[in-house]
């Protein structure tokens, strides 16, 4: 039996404090760094700019996307993934420290852009235009959830022109990502080198956050599925087919990270070569993209092709641990070799104790709480996503 819309339900205990006091801590360590200032405090704080708003944005984006295709087997995964949305505001807030705190220690081309790109990373274009895709972004996430509550509110049966309305957002949430995170990514993650450019690394970007926040979906859904009521939305079925969806995208992922892979090794040229070079062959990072490689990739595709893993939601959470995991060391090895390219394995894990691990309390803390504050009050999968069945002739 699903919880009544106005029930206020108890989450795992401790869920709640455990967040609270996570942020707390957190923010004060993560503070605490930055005042030091340096690169490393900075470098890291992008890092998980980059990470947790993946998560975040990508879990509402797989909300449009099912609602999108007419998924009928995800209404309890589409009422999890639109709980992420709320997020996104202090993503936002976080971009504007990064900007207006310390830009001047992960922006090496602001007092003098390359030749030939002047006008975009021109700074005042290059402010707007991040603040800008962030604010669309964030609003089209949040007028999907309006949508839904929107139709919701009377109580009756969503009518044809509701579904139609709704899908016609969720679309343009989904279109809108593609295109946004695609410049998203060449401002945050290739302008850091200046000198590099790669056409496949916008597509790279955003899917790989559609196979990081499936993995999340997953980890959330074995959490909160039965204290919300949502266990008959949140089966074997449910896990089975979130599975295969992240091996799928794990492999488009995969794909993309060796066709650009293979583009810069056979064209060999050295405005390209530079990017590879420090991740593939200099050291302490060749021995991380070891670990990417098989945490990220390898690892997770042998996982998955067992059935029996997929179906079950106790063996898939280790699964999707594995690529939270992976994928929060590649997001460190997109930007960290361009930012510190000689730092030594020492000075690597004193960064990760003095930073990664109060900024992963504060974002991952912050995550929790804005998904158990959504998801308390509104526990119950929407009837427009268990209706779907019925309206698959709804015109878009």
Known sequence: MQVEEDTVVKLPSGVIQGAVVAVVLG??????????????????????????????????????????????????VSRLGRAAVWFLP????????????????WLPWLREPPHGKEAWLNPTFFFWR???????????????VHEYRRAEGDGLPATEAAHARLNRTAIALVIAYAFLYTVLA?????????????????????VGNLYLSMGALIIAGALFGVPLG???????RQFRDMGNLMLGFGLLTTGFFFAQYLTIWY?????????????AYAQPWANVGYVVLFAAYLGPFLLLCFPQI???????????????????????????PTLAPNQNINILFDNILKHVTFQALAFGGLLVLVMTRSLQRR???SPLDTSLELSEGVAL
């Open 27 to 76: 923010v004060v360590g993560t503070a605490a760094g930055l005042l030091r200032g340096g690169t490393d405090a900075w470098t890291m704080l992008l890092v998980h700019f980059l990470y947790w708003t993946g998560i975040a944005q990508g879990m509402v984006v797989w909300s449009a996307i099912l609602r999108a295709t007419q998924a009928t087997w995800a209404p309890g």
């Open 90 to 105: 202090w993503s936002v807030a976080v971009f504007l420290l990064l900007w207006f705190g310390g830009r001047e220690h």
């Open 130 to 144: 991040e603040l800008g895709i962030l604010a669309v972004m964030a609003g089209l996430s949040a007028w999907l």
């Open 186 to 206: 060449f401002d945050l993650v290739m302008s850091l080198d200046p000198h590099w450019f790669s056409s496949l690394l916008g597509a790279y970007f955003f």
């Open 230 to 236: 949502l266990a008959d939305l949140l089966g074997p």
């Open 267 to 279: 064209g060999n040229l050295p405005e390209e070569t530079s990017f590879l070079i420090r991740r």
């Open 310 to 336: 997929k179906a079950s939601a106790r063996r898939l959470v280790p699964v999707a641990a594995l690529v939270c995991f992976g994928m929060a060391v590649e997001r460190w090895m997109l930007v960290a």
């Open 379 to 381: 526990p119950k999968a």
